[in-house]
């Protein structure tokens, strides 16, 4: 059965602290890893990490896939409150399903 | 071009009653996804669609329905609700062709089942 397992579960920090969020994956015929981030709606899409793309960065937000040790880090720099919210990691394996971990809760404070 | 849209956005329901959830998208997308969401689960897969006419169970399948009749809908049905289905209803979809794996979620339902 695949898994995928982050941390940690909740996170509270200051704003301009660096964070970083833990991924882990077990997962049959992988292809991709996915970092989505959720406030109180939708999850929104931040990242997808492959075999051909094992780091990306978008302004303060970056994310590495290691696919030895089959995880991935989101690093947060220079956290601000609208940072506040659930990081969901996913995992692609057979016909395109997704496998999410429970998620990180981080809460920024001014 | 509205992406991924859900209805109803809010529902309550008793024990026993059955009901219908719609999904559409209009991006063409083969794939097709129900999850619910719960307070520190984060998303389950309940079933799932490769294409039109085609459905499979996911991880939480018991107690819901699918059909795929066309292509841009994907309805999950409850046949007889239960307290425990009372959560947060998502769809997504994605595309076969481009194997960007990126799926893209609608607003989601709120189901409460008394």
């Known amino acids: 059965e695949d898994k995928v397992v982050q941390s940690p579960l909740s996170l509270v920090v200051h704003e301009g602290d660096t964070v970083t969020l833990n991924c882990s994956y077990e997962v049959t015929n992988f292809r991709s890893l996915l970092w989505y981030k959720q406030e109180k709606k939708a999850p929104t899409f931040l990242f997808m990490l492959?075999?051909?793309?094992i780091e990306k960065k978008s302004g303060r937000l970056s994310s590495i896939l290691d696919k030895k040790e089959l995880s991935s880090i989101l690093n947060i720099t220079a956290t601000q409150t609208g940072d506040s919210a659930i990081y969901l990691c996913a995992s692609t394996g057979a016909n395109s399903k997704l496998t999410f971990g429970k998620g990180i809760t981080l809460s920024v404070r001014p | 071009n509205a992406g991924v849209t859900q209805t109803p956005k809010f529902r309550v329901l008793k024990t026993g009653q059955s009901m219908t959830l719609l999904c559409a998208q209009d991006m063409n997308h083969e794939y097709m996804y129900w999850y619910r969401q719960d307070p520190g689960m984060g998303l389950r897969l309940i079933h799932y669609?490769?294409?039109?006419?085609?459905?499979a169970k996911g991880e939480v399948p018991d107690g819901y329905n699918v059909s795929r009749l066309k292509k841009q809908n994907f309805l999950l049905g409850l046949e007889s609700a239960a307290p425990s289905q009372t959560s947060v209803y998502f769809c997504?979809?994605?595309?076969?062709?481009?194997?960007?794996?990126?799926?893209?979620f609608g607003p989601g339902t709120r189901l409460t089942v008394l």
């Open positions: 492959t075999s051909s793309g």
């Open positions: 669609s490769v294409g039109e006419g085609t459905t």
């Open positions: 997504a979809s994605t595309s076969w062709d481009t194997r960007t794996d990126t799926q893209y």
